[in-house]
């Protein structure tokens, strides 16, 4: 009896699940969604190598909009507060390019691993970019 219900029960989920999906032709749309932007980066992440403690650095990670629609950033948050971003604010038209910069300042030696979040209207809404590098103290009396 245990299994008959839970057979029953199963089949109606699974048949609300898939009752739920509107296939992308009954919208008039193919199957990738074309109305979104698309970043092509020149690189996501980069290494600054070794670097002097209390001399921030900066990294512009550059794109192009290879998608047909204008690219819009909405939003460029870091992972914390050591890292400062500044990115292009109108949007970038189809085939245009445009950057995020990222300026870390470089407080405490150590290894780091830093991502920038940039939000935009591209099909996943979000995009991670990365810094890392290693942060060499700087020498006392010098």
């Known amino acids: 009896m245990k299994k008959l219900l839970f057979i029953a029960v199963f089949a109606v989920l699974a048949g609300a699940a898939t009752a739920q999906q509107i296939p992308a ?76 910069k990222a300026t870390f300042n470089a407080a405490t030696p150590n290894g780091f691993n830093k991502t920038i979040t940039v939000t935009a209207n591209i099909e996943a809404g979000f995009v991670q970019l990365t810094i890392k590098g290693e942060v060499i103290p700087t020498e006392v009396g010098k």
């Open 25 to 100: 032709t009954t919208l008039g749309k193919s199957e990738v969604q074309t109305d979104v932007a698309v970043f092509t980066w020149d690189n996501t992440t980069h290494d600054f190598g070794k670097i002097k403690q209390g001399v921030p650095v900066t990294h512009e990670f550059k794109f192009t909009n290879t998608g047909k629609t204008p690219l819009v950033i909405t939003n460029v948050q870091a992972s914390c507060g050591c890292t400062t971003p500044a990115w292009t604010k109108e949007p970038v038209m189809p085939g245009g390019q445009g950057f995020i």
